[in-house]
């Protein structure tokens, strides 16, 4: 059975995965449209797989966001497999290309590399860091939701005291997940603000804490020095904390976002990348990039605009997005 088939009978068989892999296809209709349509024109136009052939498929990844060193990598690992499966004629290729992909993005990791880091007893800290403007707010907001619908007792902490109405907005989302928020007044300093989020979430036997944070990249040295002395705090009052400390990247941003993974990369320890706004760019290649490029998982995808479209990343699902056209013009 091939890869390609394995994926449509893996989302097919399945009712949860199954509606996991329609919010993919249907979110990422945009970088789908595009993508498809380039690789489809490239078999049609190539009936052998050549040199001439890489180097065009090369540059059609390159126009996804996929990312230079990332499409280096994985044309070296489709000759190699062309050569090894003697593969002629190009349209056998789409099934190597979709296997290749999700290998070269779990690489020697598991699958559950996306999972968020939980603890079982005790309270469990999430710091939320990223860039005004990417969705971080709203992010925190939707991963509320999820979490207490799981079950779980959450509390969040409104670190970002100097974006002119983060509060607010932290505030109406704790009101749409039905979670309490934790707050000072604008301007106060976001380590004490976070040091009540966690004797507040202590007090009420909370099981995750989440913690926003300024987002002010023109200041870089003030906002660093901010995200090291609240991660101190945590340390301090929660050995072992922050459990997630998960950045915020808005995917239509391009390359730009991943300068961002590798700023605060730099002065935080960032185990997961929150990627928002997945289904408004033709340039969701970014997701590879980002985990081959900076071996950061991408924990979360914006697939939307509403409160349960922050989706778990799943590269499965995501290269069914990918490629759902042309996995369904295959099964015809």
Known sequence: MSFIQKLKRRFSENYEE???????KEGMEKTRSSFSSKINNLIARYRSVDEDFFDELEEVLISADVGVNTVMDLIDELKMEVKRQNIKESGQIKDVISEKLVEIYYGDDEEDVA???????????????????????????????????????????????????????????GKRAEVEVIKQNAGSDPAAVIFDGIKAAKSRNADVLICDTAGRLQNKVNL????????????????????????????????????????????????????TKLDGTAK?????????????????????????????????????????????????
Request: glycine fraction near 10%.
């Open 18 to 24: 199954e509606d996991v892999s329609v919010k993919y």
């Open 115 to 173: 999972s968020l880091n939980l603890q079982e007893d005790g309270l469990s800290i999430i710091l939320v860091v990223g860039v005004n403007g990417v969705g971080k707010t709203t992010s925190i907001g939707k991963l509320a939701h999820q979490l207490k619908t799981e079950g779980k007792h959450v509390v969040l902490a409104a670190g970002d005291t100097f974006r002119a109405g983060a509060i607010e907005q932290l505030e109406e989302w």
């Open 284 to 332: 969701g290649g970014i997701v590879l990039a980002i985990r081959n490029e900076l071996t950061i998982p991408v924990k979360f995808v914006g697939l939307g605009e509403k409160v349960g479209d922050l989706q778990a990343f799943d590269a499965h699902a995501f290269v069914y997005g990918l490629f759902a056209d042309l996995l369904e013009a295959d099964a015809e």
């Open 224 to 275: 660093m020095n901010e995200l090291a002395k609240v991660k101190r705090i945590i340390e301090r009052e929660v050995p072992g904390a922050p459990h997630e400390v998960l950045l915020v990247l808005d995917a239509t941003t391009g390359q730009n976002a991943l300068n961002q993974a590798k700023t605060f990369s730099e002065v935080t320890n960032v185990s997961g990348v929150v990627l």
